[in-house]
């Protein structure tokens, strides 16, 4: 059960990470763009259309209760770089690791 929430929230980030890549309308693209995960490989094994040859997709790890992916119509011609932290009352800012957990090109 809790495996396909967390399916279901990993393909729903990645549909709105493509979508919003694509300039597109979040309510009359999600029904029609589709993914297909291979999570066991760390592979984002089909992309949508129109050229998923040229694109590039990723899930990263996120803290516990969120969800996080990267898309791009082109593929970056270095490794994408992200930094997250977690800002504490203090002021205090705490670096949290940010793993690649799957990618359309790894």
């Given at each position: 059960r809790?495996?396909q929430?967390?399916?279901?929230y990993?393909l729903?980030?990645l549909k709105?990470a493509?979508?919003?890549?694509?300039?597109?309308?979040?309510?009359?693209e999600?029904?029609?763009?589709?993914?297909?995960?291979?999570?066991?490989?760390?592979?984002i094994?089909?992309?949508?259309?129109?050229?998923?040859?040229?694109?590039?997709?990723?899930l990263?790890?996120?803290?516990p209760?969120?969800?996080?992916a990267?898309c791009?119509?082109?593929?970056?011609?270095?490794?994408?770089?992200m930094h997250?932290?977690?800002?504490?009352?203090?002021?205090?800012k705490?670096?949290?690791?940010?793993?690649l957990r799957?990618?359309?090109?790894?």
């Open positions: 809790d495996s929430r967390l399916m279901f990993d729903w980030t709105e493509w979508v919003k890549a694509a300039g597109g309308a979040l309510g009359r999600l029904e029609s763009t589709g993914f297909r995960l291979d999570l066991p490989a760390g592979r094994a089909e992309l949508p259309a129109p050229d998923p040859h040229a694109a590039f997709c990723c990263l790890q996120a803290p209760g969120y969800a996080l990267l791009a119509l082109s593929p970056p011609l270095t490794p994408p770089s997250l932290y977690r800002l504490h009352a203090s002021g205090e705490q670096s949290l690791p940010l793993l799957a990618g359309s090109h790894c």
